[in-house]
């Protein structure tokens, strides 16, 4: 399911949708995604682009292209911004200690900004079709160092690709078609004691997050609780998919938990010919995507969107944000209340706390604070 092999995107319905909270069955609305905004002409080029991860600081954006410039079909880029208010400036290329004259895609950068994990197809020494690699630097502001191979035991014999490294550093995820999986691709994940360690011997999610069919494109959440994946499987769950390949989200309590049952993200996100990748933004307020260009005519062209994750705070849904929400709020103090469970990310941490009524006051302020005030700040 390699997006080289298949870039298909779909656009269908904009403006806001309740997500469906994670947990079964049993969930409740508790956040919705915003109407997706084009990053414009300055990010995105007039062929194929989608986004690869961002920086914790979230000023630098990395990105997979194969606009000209590039030392192969598809290499890997990145912009900057000067504070989280800014725009995006023009990308970078990150040169040919990074970029191979093959594949070079799906890139993830480590929490301190000294290590970036990506996927290169067919790359001289690799072990596979499509193997992780690894790019070193010693400051920030310094330049990529020659990209290493991770290994035989990460890598395999076939293909392995898309790697997310999580905010602790001591898990990798990553999908593959190795044998023994659920799917044709699967998601799996490494792990290490400590960074001066090597990564562990992969282990599979398992059947609750893999698929029958491909399940791929991993992302963490920095908090660690959310998963993001794509899955061309459209039935898998009810209610099930929009498009050929859906952006879907697994959430667990604790690092230290197992992923739940995957959820779709819904129309606003998932389009009709499918969307497939999504990445959360490090404070959890934007989720970057992929959609197809202003000028889509059916080919591989595709741009990068951002779409805001809004957190559900009027409670009881009259259609105010009021006391009456801050006393349901109250209410349920030091339980696991998925629906007032809103902080600090919006899908919450697992307990009405503190955390919560922070982010309650926020949105409290934005609606009641007159406007002359408001203008004030």
């Not at 909270?21 to 194929?48: C, H, R, Y």
């Not at 208010?85 to 993830?108: C, F, Q, R």
């Not at 014999?157 to 699967?186: K, V």
């Not at 209410?331 to 902080?343: P, Q």
């Amino acid at each position: 399911m390699r997006w080289f092999d298949h870039c298909r995107f779909g656009m269908m319905f904009v403006g806001y949708v309740a997500a469906i909270v994670l947990g079964g069955a049993n969930a409740k609305a508790d956040f919705i995604f915003g109407e997706p905004v084009n990053l414009g002409q300055t990010v995105n080029s007039p062929v194929a682009d989608y986004p690869s991860c961002l920086s914790a600081d979230g000023l630098e954006l990395y990105l997979a292209s194969d606009r000209s410039g590039g030392h192969g079909r598809w290499d890997i880029w990145v912009a900057k911004r000067e504070t989280t208010h800014d725009d995006w400036g023009i990308p970078m290329n990150l040169g040919p200690k990074v970029n191979s004259p093959t594949m070079d895609v799906e890139a993830s950068v480590s929490v301190d900004g000294l290590e970036l994990y990506f996927s290169s197809n067919n790359r001289a020494g690799g072990h596979g079709g499509s193997d992780i690699w690894v790019s070193r630097r010693q400051t920030k502001d310094g330049d990529w160092g020659d990209a290493v191979n991770l290994g035989p035991i990460v890598n395999s014999s076939s293909g392995d690709a898309a790697p997310w490294i999580s905010t602790g550093g001591l898990e990798l995820y990553f999908d593959s078609d190795r044998p023994d999986g659920f799917g044709s691709w699967d998601i799996w994940v490494s792990r290490r004691p400590t960074k001066d360690d090597p990564w562990g011997e992969p282990t599979n999610l398992g059947p609750l997050v893999n698929s029958s069919d491909d399940t791929g494109y991993p992302s963490v959440s920095s908090d660690g609780l959310l998963l993001l994946c794509s899955d061309t499987d459209t039935t898998r769950l009810h209610p099930g998919g929009f498009g050929s390949s859906d952006i879907w989200m697994s959430k667990r309590k604790t690092i230290a938990d197992s992923w739940g049952e995957p959820v779709n993200l819904g129309p606003v996100v998932n389009g009709s010919r499918g969307d497939g990748l999504g990445r959360i933004s490090p404070d959890g307020r934007t989720l970057y995507l992929c959609r197809p260009g202003p000028t889509y005519t059916g080919g591989t062209r595709s741009d990068i969107w951002q779409a805001p994750i809004i957190p559900i705070v009027d409670f009881n849904g009259d259609g105010n944000i009021d006391t009456s929400d801050l006393v349901m709020l109250i209410d349920s103090w030091g339980t696991d209340d998925t629906l007032y469970d809103t902080g600090p990310m919006p899908w919450g941490d697992g307990i009405v706390d503190i955390e919560d009524l922070k982010v309650f006051m926020e949105h409290w302020e934005k609606e009641n604070m007159p406007q002359d005030q408001e203008n004030d700040q």
